[in-house]
């Protein structure tokens, strides 16, 4: 997705080998490569979409897992001038 003319990449981790609690990463294209601008911790993340709203920034990560149960809500994250944070 791209931001104020700049390109990122979200990236769903579902699980790390010991658990679905696990960091999921975004991305920020250097001009050379994508290099890691934020973790945010998912729990079975399943995938990221970016949208936008009145000219503000949004990522929507859907967890789907927390390791023992399927019933865990999915959070928006909005985009403040530096960072993704918790929304709703």
């Known amino acids: 997705f791209s931001m104020a003319d700049t390109s990122y990449l979200a990236v769903a981790n579902y699980y ?35 949208f936008t709203i ?5 990522l929507a990560v859907a967890n789907s897992f927390s390791g023992s149960s399927f019933d865990i809500n999915s959070v928006i994250y909005q985009w403040n001038d530096s960072a993704f944070a918790v929304f709703q």
């Open 54 to 58: 009145d000219g503000s920034s949004y």
């Open 16 to 50: 790390d080998g010991s658990s679905y609690n696990t960091n999921s990463m975004i991305y920020q294209w250097t001009g050379m490569a994508f290099g890691e601008m934020q973790s945010i911790l998912t729990h079975g993340a399943a995938g990221w979409k970016h």
